[in-house]
């Protein structure tokens, strides 16, 4: 069962207070809410696909340990992704950290999707090994140039894609497929290159 709220269906709440009187719900996606409190988040011990836009206070991921999908803008004061032991799918939106590096976002082990749209990082040198990674998809970052080396970090890539991200050269793509051998799709800037 899923729950989902936004402002054009009526929804306007301040607060998710009211999912602990509903413990059972699996799926949770509210956008455009202004939300002043998550707590009623915590209730949900079986909480398996979570989508809340950034108008919220920071969440502690560590109390959703059940979660498999997750769909996040970052907050500076997030914590607890890295103990999503059974989170498989991972979309990251508008990441722009100060330094400019993956290293302030705690990666769960469990991935085997990875998509990270809008975020102002230069290079993907920063991401860490994630041994289960099947899936990356790379989507209108337009500051990125670098994929860096993506074949001794995801040896079970299949599926990559690197779209609307104008700085990365076709020479980067035609270089990092070449260490990726379970890859089945590649499209990158355009052109599918396997």
């Given at each position: 069962m899923g729950v989902f709220g936004s402002p054009s269906f009526g929804f306007d709440n301040s607060d998710l207070d009211f999912l602990s009187e509903i413990p059972w719900v699996e799926?949770?996606?509210?956008?455009?809410?202004?939300?002043?409190?998550?707590?009623?988040?915590?209730?949900?011990?079986?909480?398996?696909?979570?989508?809340?836009?950034?108008?919220?206070?920071?969440?502690?991921?560590?109390?959703?340990?059940?979660?498999?999908?997750?769909?996040i803008e970052p907050k500076t004061k997030?914590?607890?992704?890295?103990?999503?032991?059974?989170?498989?799918?991972?979309?990251?939106?508008?990441?722009?950290?100060?330094?400019?590096?993956?290293?302030?976002?705690?990666?769960?082990?469990?991935?085997?999707?990875?998509?990270?749209?809008w975020a102002g990082l230069e290079s993907l040198e920063s991401l860490p090994a994630l041994p289960c990674l099947q899936r990356l998809e790379i989507h209108r970052c337009r500051n990125l140039q670098r994929l860096g080396d993506l074949g001794k970090k995801y040896p079970c890539l299949e599926h990559l894609v690197?779209?609307?991200?104008?700085?990365?050269?076709?020479?980067?793509?035609?270089?990092?497929?070449?260490?990726?051998?379970?890859?089945?799709?590649?499209?990158i800037q355009n052109v599918k290159l396997v």
């Open positions: 799926d949770v996606w509210f956008w455009d809410v202004n939300l002043k409190s998550i707590d009623g988040l915590y209730a949900l011990q079986n909480l398996r696909c979570f989508g809340v836009h950034p108008k919220r206070p920071p969440i502690d991921f560590s109390h959703l340990v059940r979660l498999r999908e997750a769909v997030d914590c607890g992704t890295g103990m999503l032991k059974e989170l498989e799918r991972l979309h990251i939106w508008h990441f722009r950290p100060k330094s400019n590096s993956f290293s302030s976002f705690d990666f769960p082990e469990s991935l085997t999707e990875l998509q990270i749209n690197v779209d609307a991200c104008g700085r990365v050269p076709r020479s980067e793509g035609d270089r990092v497929i070449q260490n990726l051998p379970n890859l089945t799709h590649a499209y």
